[in-house]
Nanobody
Framework: QVRLVESGGGLVQAGGSLRLSCAAN????????IAWFRQAPGKEREFVAR????????FYSESVKGRFTISRDRANNTVYLQMNSLKPEDTAVYYC?????????????????WGQGTQVTVSS
């Protein structure tokens, strides 16, 4: 079971940027899809973005499209989430998960390997 490690969160003003990292902790992302999800207090974990490791197929939620960019670094076995033009409603704990079920699923139930998450707080 891959245990992922998220990092890069912090406190930023509205309009600012952050870059989150998701590392495989010594394992491989080969032949899997990696996704970012977020969870705000009192809300369910929601899909943000995903990328297929081998085919670079990318998909975003409507709420972040045009502001966030997901990418992969094969050399470092890491997935990034570049977040620009941040809004207060982006405030949440961000998690990354991994699935081999499909390259095109955004279903949180299909993902495994959740780490501890990284807190993103956007002030107005």
């Amino acid at each position: 079971q891959v245990r992922l490690v998220e990092s890069g969160g912090g406190l930023v003003q509205a309009g600012g940027s952050l870059r989150l990292s998701c590392a495989a902790n010594g394992r491989t992302f080969d032949r899997s899809t990696i996704a970012w999800f977020r969870q705000a207090p009192g809300k369910e974990r929601e899909f943000v973005a995903r990328i297929s490791w081998n085919f670079d197929i990318i998909f975003y939620s409507e709420s972040v499209k045009g502001r966030f960019t997901i990418s992969r670094d094969r050399a470092n076995n890491t997935v990034y989430l570049q977040m620009n033009s941040l809004k207060p409603e982006d405030t949440a704990v961000y998690y990354c998960g991994q699935t081999t079920a499909s390259m095109r699923t955004s279903d949180v139930q299909q993902y495994r390997g959740w780490g501890q998450g990284t807190q993103v707080t956007v002030s107005s």
